[in-house]
């Protein structure tokens, strides 16, 4: 029995409609009504893992994301993830967490990984890790790509937060279930997994219908569409 995850979402929602965040969510159908299935998803801002989840209400299920052991030993946001069944990477015991997760895949559940690890400070794919897919591929289930773009307006990485601004448009595209053929390395699957969530992403931020307000306002934008974000290769630095 859920009894923490549906609070948290009707007040996750009730705030995204106090701020007026218009939220466009496209390709949901992708996510599937039963059955495990790995969510990959980009990373460009802290609310990722609550809009990701929003992706998945269309089908009624909800996400157990894999996320950093110190959010659950933090006072506060611990006794939330652990109620919401979310599962602690420990990097000094991948195995435990990757096991973990196994498991809830093969229960049927839904996992949100973010596989670039750390949020992208060039508001670009990053080089991915290959724990999706090796996720998927060991519990046979589908591997699902999603991207999120405009939250990171609000709070990501080396920015003041700014969880009162409104009217900040949120795009979400969820991909169609990447292929894991026998046969086919790890590292060459990712490097597909990379090229769809560019691919998804650069498709949000060509339909995200706001531009920079003025010169000072370029900095959530790529370097490749004239913003001031860093380069891929500096931020990586």
Same mark, same amino acid.
């Given at each position: 029995?859920?009894l923490?995850?549906?609070?948290?979402?009707?007040?996750a929602k009730?705030?995204?409609?106090?701020?007026?965040m218009?939220?466009?969510?496209?390709?949901?159908?992708?996510?599937?009504t039963?059955?495990g299935? %790995?969510?990959a998803?980009? =990373?460009?801002?802290?609310?990722?893992?609550?809009?990701?989840?929003?992706?998945? /209400?269309?089908?009624?299920?909800?996400v157990?994301?894999?996320a950093?052991? /110190?959010?659950?030993?933090?006072?506060?946001?611990?006794?939330l993830?652990?109620?919401?069944?979310?599962?602690?990477v420990?990097?000094?015991?991948?195995?435990?967490?990757?096991?973990?997760?196994?498991?809830?895949?093969?229960?049927?559940? %839904?996992?949100?990984?973010?596989?670039?690890?750390?949020?992208s400070?060039?508001?670009? %794919?990053?080089e991915?890790?290959?724990?999706?897919?090796?996720?998927?591929?060991?519990?046979?289930?589908?591997? *699902?790509?999603?991207?999120?773009?405009?939250? =990171?307006?609000?709070?990501?990485?080396?920015?003041?937060?700014?969880?009162?601004?409104?009217?900040?448009?949120?795009?979400?595209?969820?991909?169609?279930? *990447?292929?894991?053929? &026998?046969?086919?390395?790890?590292?060459?699957?990712?490097?597909?997994?990379r090229e769809?969530?560019?691919e998804?992403?650069?498709?949000? /931020? &060509?339909?995200?219908?706001?531009?920079?307000?003025?010169?000072?306002?370029r900095?959530?934008l790529?370097? =490749?569409m004239?913003?001031?974000?860093?380069?891929?290769?500096a931020?990586?630095?």
């Open positions: 029995m859920e923490v995850y549906p609070p948290v979402i009707v007040l009730t705030m995204f409609r106090a701020l007026d218009r939220i466009e969510i496209d390709g949901a159908e992708h996510i599937p039963d059955g299935a %790995v969510l998803s980009n =990373h460009v801002s802290y609310l990722d893992f609550t809009l990701c989840g929003l992706a998945a /209400q269309p089908s009624k299920r909800l157990r994301f894999m950093k052991k /110190q959010v659950f030993d933090h006072k506060i946001s611990g006794p993830m652990r109620g919401m069944r979310h599962i602690p420990d990097r000094d015991a991948g195995a435990a967490s990757f096991r973990a997760a196994t498991n809830a895949l093969k229960n049927g559940e %839904v996992v949100g990984v973010f596989p670039e690890a750390t949020i400070e060039s508001f670009t %794919v990053k991915l890790k290959s724990g999706a897919v090796r996720l998927a591929r060991t519990a046979k289930v589908p591997l *699902i790509p999603i991207v999120v773009w405009g939250p =990171h307006r609000l709070w990501t990485k080396g920015r003041k937060k700014e969880l009162t601004k409104r009217h900040v448009p949120v795009i979400i595209k969820v991909g169609e279930a *990447i292929e894991i053929p &026998k046969g086919v390395s790890p590292d060459a699957l990712t490097v597909t997994l769809r969530l560019s998804l992403l650069d498709a949000a /931020q &060509k339909a995200y219908p706001d531009k920079p307000a003025g010169p000072d306002d900095w959530w790529p370097a =490749h004239g913003g001031t974000a860093p380069l891929p290769e931020a990586a630095v």
